[in-house]
């Protein structure tokens, strides 16, 4: 498998997808053309999210098609050179994958060896499910359940402070609330500037942050880039 999961698209201060497109670009040596899912997108057309992600990508020298336009958007995914899963809400981009298909159509494509992309919500819908997202249920899935291209959980955009004046629980600590419900899944607590990339059968974590680890019955901690990650496989 090929996997590039991204924590977030933007860092504060810079351009849409800046920090991560080197490695983007190395990741996708060779792909001329990558199959896009734009339905995380809520508050802006799937054709302005598809424009905006190809003006990025072509500094690459990749064309983007988003499966939108597609009569069989399973088909484009099984005929993809590479496939991109943009960020925006979760539960958005989980209905509309499931009513394609396209959790089982990139699972199978992934397995192939077909490299994915993905970024905030496209990082969390290639878990096993989506239930680690930071999102606000505004629309309501057929499930939980996503792609399981990995077998641990990613919360992206992880944040360790709360802020002032908020009484309100702490990303840990609902993540803590979710391993207590699910006992036998890790989470990755990835970081801002933080991805992670899989391949030839190696997890690396990629960035300047540390990545906090979550399980039932185990201490949280911390792992370094360049660390071990064997144990979220």
Known sequence: MKL????????????YLRYPLPEIGRFLTGVREVAFVPYAAVTF?????????????????????????????????????AVCVGGGNTF????????????????????????????????????PTISTTNDMPIVEPESFRAIGAVKFQINPHYLDA??????????????????????RRWVAGLREGCMLRYENDRLELIGKRPMRIFKKGVETFEVQPGEDLSFLL
């Open 4 to 15: 590039l999961l991204i924590s977030n698209s933007t860092n504060a201060g810079e351009e």
């Open 45 to 81: 057309s799937y054709a302005e999210y598809e424009k905006k992600v190809q003006a990025r990508f072509a500094e690459l020298g990749i064309r983007i098609r988003s499966v939108h336009r597609a009569a069989d958007p399973a088909r484009m995914i099984r005929e993809a050179e």
């Open 92 to 127: 958005a981009l989980a209905r509309m994958m499931q009513r394609q298909g396209l959790m089982t159509a990139i699972l199978r494509k992934i397995k192939a060896g077909t490299p994915y992309v993905g970024w905030s919500a496209g990082s969390n819908v290639a878990c």
């Open 162 to 183: 709360n802020p002032e004046g908020h009484a309100g629980e702490t990303r840990e600590q609902r993540i803590l609330e979710y391993i207590e419900a699910n006992p």
